[in-house]
C-alpha cells in the first residue's frame, strides 16, 4: 500500500476510533451518569455520532474480512503476507489522531456551550485514558487487515480477470465495414433513367 492510501486510511480509522476512546472517556469520568451527560446540551450529538462512525467502520472491516475469506477458499490455500508497518508505528500514528480529534471535539464543545475549556492537563489526562486502549486494539486490527488484504485482492484479480476479459469479448460490437462503392449523386442518378414521356 503507498504512503498516500496508508495515511488516508489511517486518517479514517483514527476519527472514527477517536469517537470509541471518547465514549470510554466519558464512561471512565462520569461512571454511570456518563449516558445522561452525553445525550445532553452540546454533547447532545455524540449518541448518533458514535453509533455512525463504529457502524461504518464495523461495516468497513466486515468487507475486508469477507473478502480475505472469499480469496482463501477461491485459492484453496492460505494467502501470502505482505510487509505492513509495524505496530509500534501504527499505534502512535492512531493515538494521534484519536487525540487530537478529541481535544479539537471537547474544545469545540465548549465553544457551543459558551463555557470555559477544561484546562490541557485533565484533556490530555482524560484523552489519553479513553484513546489509548481504543488505539491499541485499532493498531492490531488494521495492521492484520493491512498484511493480508492487498494479497486478497491480488488474487481474487487473478482469478477473475480471464472470465472479465471472455465478457468483455462477448458484448464487443462488431466493427463496421465501409460501403464498397461510393454512393452516386443526385445528377449521376437522374442521367440514368429515360427522359421520353409515354406515346400518346
Given amino acids: 500500500m503507498s504512503r498516500r492510501r496508508f495515511a488516508l486510511v489511517g486518517l479514517g480509522l483514527g476519527v472514527a476510533a477517536s469517537q470509541g476512546g471518547h465514549l470510554l472517556a466519558f464512561e ?68 494521534t489522531i484519536q487525540l487530537a480529534c478529541f481535544v479539537l471535539q471537547e474544545g469545540a464543545e465548549s465553544a457551543l456551550a459558551a463555557a470555559s475549556p477544561a484546562s490541557p492537563v485533565v484533556l490530555l489526562l482524560w484523552g489519553t485514558a479513553g484513546q489509548l486502549p481504543v488505539a491499541l486494539v485499532a493498531a492490531l486490527a488494521l495492521r492484520w487487515l493491512l498484511i493480508r488484504l492487498g494479497p486478497a485482492l491480488e488474487q481474487l484479480h487473478l482469478i477473475f480477470a480471464p472470465a472479465r476479459q471472455r465478457f468483455v469479448y462477448a458484448v464487443k460490437a462488431p466493427e463496421l465495414s465501409l460501403a464498397p462503392h461510393v454512393a452516386l449523386s443526385g445528377g449521376h442518378v437522374a442521367c440514368g433513367f429515360n427522359r421520353r414521356g409515354p406515346p400518346f
Avoid at 446540551?41 to 455524540?46: D, E, T
Avoid at 467502520?57 to 509495524?86: D, M, N, Q
Fill in 28 to 95: 471512565l469520568r462520569y461512571g454511570s451518569a456518563a449516558a445522561q451527560v452525553q445525550s445532553a446540551g452540546a454533547h447532545a450529538y455524540f449518541p448518533a455520532l458514535v453509533k455512525t462512525g463504529l457502524g461504518a467502520a464495523a461495516a468497513v472491516t466486515l468487507v475486508a474480512l469477507l473478502v480475505i475469506g472469499f480469496a482463501r477458499v477461491t485459492a484453496g490455500r492460505s494467502i501470502r503476507h505482505e510487509p505492513a508497518p509495524s505496530l509500534l508505528r501504527l499505534f502512535a500514528f492512531l493515538y
